[in-house]
């Protein structure tokens, strides 16, 4: 929560070489009579330079050759100051930046590139310092940008190559240098062809090894005379091992198990123990006669590479042939999830330790999907910490992708980024070709929910680089473009989407058809309504669920809503109703509903219709239509529209149909127009409609304006005489999250009016807490909250666990409490009022969640705070006792912060949710 002063002595230590330069620079003597400065100045930075980036200074990309030093690094020579001075004195910062970045002193050439103008060959150079600090994302984006105004910068083109080598994409950097040598540089046109043919090469390589080990195993199935692929299990013990149970489990007779014996003892050979000899054994040693029809059903299976049918479980479910049920139930996957216990506990007997990871990974998979997920990460993280302390196997990778996934449904996506970058890795170092592929496509899913496309686009071109597994023209295309419709590209969206329909198998799917929906607005072309038709005849004839049929009207609805006006708008007011009726948690239906919404909301800014666009964000959050002091904000991609109703009732609107970048790249202070702030001048406070993405954003109106975001019907009132406070502090988080332990709170010196009920230490679990919060008037929490401060992923506040491993309080679990004393909630928790960053359907946060269990008002930070936040909570709460409304005291308190110590900037993130009164 607060950030170590020693962070500011680093500040000041790596500026003190450009504070010396400056005093220098001002006592050196003017330039001498050749200007500029020495060619032997550059001669000795390129000579000593130990870098792998290009630089755009002319004298600093002059080629050369990188050789080892033969041993340690031995560090640069100072750079001569003198030298410096004479860049510096004709204006050359980006000559200053490169020598910097010669010797490798990033920091120092990061100062200098961040003082000149945005440039191309600023931004090659400044994604050349991202990626020397590991930061590829940024590097990327950056690089990125460069080549979309210039495809042949060379400099951006070879960083570019070194970023996608840096992040394991390995074909597309191969293809990258092949472009850098295309251009026929002196020297740098030959090292980027041998780069890309040692890349290509040895991933193809990679491929051709673990396909011909597979395939040398599973030919066991087909062919009884084919030899053991002994040397391919010297050379791939992973894949041969993971292919050869599928072999024995296949085996119809005895001979045929026993033919397997000899691979069997290599493998134990190469890695250990006597644990597949002596399953060969006991499958020899079975009754054939009973078993032989089963295995060869089992072969059958594994032939049409089909999940085994409900049927063909419960007959092995009901044998006593162990190993054939648990295999077939591993292969099945996402169904049979009430049979796991089973197959773990016979999987157990087993007594081989290779299993042990996929059976881990079956029990968290169950967890989840029973909601407690807080198991399912206790058991990861402990089987993960086994793989780490023995040997490396498929099943650990397979653990970390499932880690990765969890993550990624509780949006926590950058612990699932980790985990599954992580996975990535060790794929590639166990040379396990298929989970390479697999992280490639989640982290695909990964880096596009976090706004991160350029990483998104390069980690789906990989995989089509690569040949992928499935359809290898349909998928990559379809992904590239909703990616490409998320960014803000719309051309190469609609390029992307023609691709994907030329498509030989071409299921247009639900994804598929709500970017065409929204392409064929923003990039008609002749078709378009026959095409959407086939889309919808598809998703209607694959017997979809309810959520998916809404959805389906949903993206008719919003295809015709330009076109057929009156129909568009009846079919999203069907969507709305339809979806209602659905459970909550249909995610497909609740994303519809909100997309309805928020469609029929930017039309109506479309049409001018702004007192519309008040009522339609009113039914949304399910309050009452503000009759004053009101600002409506709303963004649906590129569409806009903001309304503020002033202290008289006026309506005046904004709208803009024409946004080019998206919603998490956009400054949210700009959004509101300066008219529309005006107009809410003259109101004591404003009340905010919103919903996700915009809702939570603090910036919308100045620090200096009392307002809060509404939702949710008239709060219950309050009993004037009565009340009880509860406090949640010295919470024990568990290990494996490993967070600092946190101040004891301390209460205020003020007496206390009402009753207060302290819960600390081991007692503040979820179950007491929440038991708690029941018949409170106000709840205080101070606890650590879960979230980047560089992302906005959705929060959760950590509580001590219960017996149980559970520890979170999360917004899904506040929603569905009771909270019958319509308190005033306070998260003094780093974050805890963050949104996730990839949620336009909801606003699932801990503030929204409280607001819907019948809180009165929440407030919560939106950023990481300091140790002090709780006075600052504190005075809010007094002023609000002595009658002030929430959004006034929020105000008043910020202020008087703000005014104390510019250092408070952090109260300006500091949101409030109030129920209407």
């Not at 050196?28 to 870098?51: H, L």
């Not at 680089?465 to 969206?493: F, V």
């Amino acid at each position: 929560m607060l950030k170590p002063a020693y962070d500011k002595v680093l500040v000041l230590a790596l500026a003190t070489p450009v504070l010396v330069l400056t005093v220098l620079l001002a006592r050196s003597p003017s330039r001498g009579e050749g200007g500029g400065v020495s060619p032997q100045f550059w001669a000795e930075r390129r000579a000593a330079a130990r870098i792998e980036a290009r630089l755009t200074h002319p004298e600093a990309d002059k080629y050369r050759p990188r050789v080892s030093s033969g041993g340690c690094p031995v560090p640069p020579e100072p750079i001569p100051l003198r030298e410096l001075a004479r860049l510096e004195e004709a204006g050359d910062w980006g000559g200053i930046a490169a020598a910097y970045a010669l010797q490798g002193e990033w920091n120092q050439a990061a100062s200098f590139l961040e003082r000149m103008p945005a440039s191309p060959n600023r931004d090659s150079d400044l994604a050349a310092v991202h990626l020397a600090r590991g930061a590829h994302e940024q590097a990327l984006r950056l690089l990125d940008g460069v080549l979309d105004s210039n495809q042949k910068h060379a400099q951006a083109l070879w960083n570019r190559a070194l970023v996608l080598q840096e992040m394991g994409l390995t074909m597309k950097a191969a293809e990258t240098y092949e472009k850098v040598a295309g251009l026929n540089e002196q020297g740098w046109g030959r090292e980027a062809h041998a780069h890309a043919l040692a890349l290509r090469e040895e991933t193809l390589e990679r491929a051709r090894k673990w396909k011909g080990a597979r395939d040398a195993t599973l030919a066991l199935l087909t062919n009884a005379q084919a030899p053991l692929p002994l040397e391919e299990a010297r050379q791939q013990p992973g894949v041969v091992r993971q292919n050869f149970y599928e072999v024995v489990r296949a085996a119809d007779s005895k001979e045929r198990a026993l033919a397997l014996l000899p691979l069997a003892q290599e493998l134990d050979r190469l890695q250990g123990g006597s644990a597949l000899g002596d399953y060969v054994r006991r499958v020899a040693a079975r009754d054939f006669v009973r078993r032989g029809p089963l295995a060869k059903g089992y072969a059958e299976l594994l032939r049409a590479q089909a999940p085994a049918p409900d049927s063909m479980l419960e007959t092995l479910r009901t044998s006593s042939e162990d190993d054939l049920f648990v295999g077939a139930l591993l292969r099945t996957r996402g169904a049979a999830l009430g049979l796991v216990q089973d197959a773990v506990e016979r999987g157990k007997r087993q007594q081989d330790p290779w299993f042990n990871p996929y059976l881990e990974r079956e029990q968290a998979r169950k967890e989840t999907a029973d909601g407690e997920w807080w198991k399912a990460e206790q058991r990861l993280f402990t089987a993960l910490q086994r793989c780490r302390e023995g040997a490396f196997s498929a099943g650990c990778v397979e653990l970390e992708l499932r880690l990765g996934i969890l993550y990624a449904e509780l949006r926590r996506l950058t612990e699932a980024e980790q985990h599954a970058r992580t996975a990535w890795t060790w794929a590639r170092q166990l040379r396990e070709w298929e989970l390479e592929l697999t992280s490639l496509e989640i982290l695909t899913h990964i880096s596009r929910d976090r706004s991160d496309f350029s990483s998104a686009r390069a980690y789906v071109e990989e995989w089509s680089a690569r040949g992928g597994r499935k359809n290898t023209c349909y998928w990559p295309q379809s992904h590239l473009a909703h990616i490409y419709y998320q960014d803000m590209r719309p051309e190469e969206a609609r390029r992307a989407l023609d691709a994907a329909a030329a498509c030989p198998v071409a299921p247009l799917d639900l994804v598929y058809g709500a970017t065409f929906a929204e392409m064929a607005r923003a990039r008609p072309a002749p078709g378009d309504a026959e095409q959407l038709r086939r889309v919808l005849s598809i998703a209607r004839s694959s017997n979809p669920m309810p959520g998916d049929a809404v959805y389906a009207r949903y993206i008719e609805g919003r295809f015709a809503l330009d076109r057929e006006h009156e129909q568009g708008q009846a079919l999203l007011k069907k969507v709305i109703e339809d979806a209602e009726k659905l459970e909550h948690g249909d995610t497909l239906a609740r994303e519809s509903w909100t997309l309805s919404y928020s469609s029929l909301v930017t039309d109506a800014g479309r049409q001018g219709d702004y007192a519309k666009v008040l009522e339609l964000m009113a039914a949304q959050l399910g309050t009452s239509v503000p009759a004053r002091c009101a600002l409506a904000v709303s963004v649906h991609h590129e569409r806009g529209v903001v309304v503020a109703r002033g202290p008289k009732g006026e309506v005046v609107g904004h709208y803009d149909g024409s946004r080019d970048a998206p919603f998490s790249r956009s400054p949210t202070s700009k959004l509101v127009p300066e008219n529309l702030r005006q107009a809410l001048r003259g109101c004591e406070r404003v009340e905010v409609l919103a919903w996700a993405p915009v809702f939570g954003r603090t910036d919308l109106l100045p620090p200096d304006m009392a307002w809060s975001f509404r939702m949710g019907k008239t709060a219950q009132p309050r009993n004037a005489s009565g009340g009880r406070r509860l406090v949640v502090s010295s919470v024990e988080a568990p290990s494996l999250l490993q967070l600092p332990r946190l101040p004891a709170w301390t209460p205020s010196s003020e007496p206390e009016s009402t009753p207060l009920e302290l819960l600390s230490g081991s007692e503040a679990t979820p179950s007491r807490v929440l038991s708690s919060m029941s018949d409170a008037t106000e709840i205080e929490i101070h606890a650590h909250g879960i979230s980047d401060p560089a992302l906005a992923d959705s929060s959760l506040v950590v509580l001590s666990p219960e017996g149980n491993g559970r520890y979170a309080l999360t917004a899904d679990v506040v929603r569905k409490q009771k909270l019958a004393g319509a308190p005033l909630v306070y998260l003094a928790a780093c974050s805890a009022g963050r949104l996730a960053s990839s949620t336009t359907h909801e606003p699932f946060s801990l503030p929204a969640a409280f607001i819907d269990a019948g809180a009165r008002a929440v407030l919560a930070s939106t950023v990481d705070i300091p140790d002090a936040a709780g006075r600052f909570f504190d005075g809010v709460r007094q002023r609000i006792r002595t009658g002030a409304p929430p959004a006034v005291a929020l105000r008043d308190e910020r202020q008087k912060w703000l005014a104390r110590d510019s250092r408070n900037s952090w109260t300006q993130y500091v949101l409030l949710v109030e129920r209407s009164e």
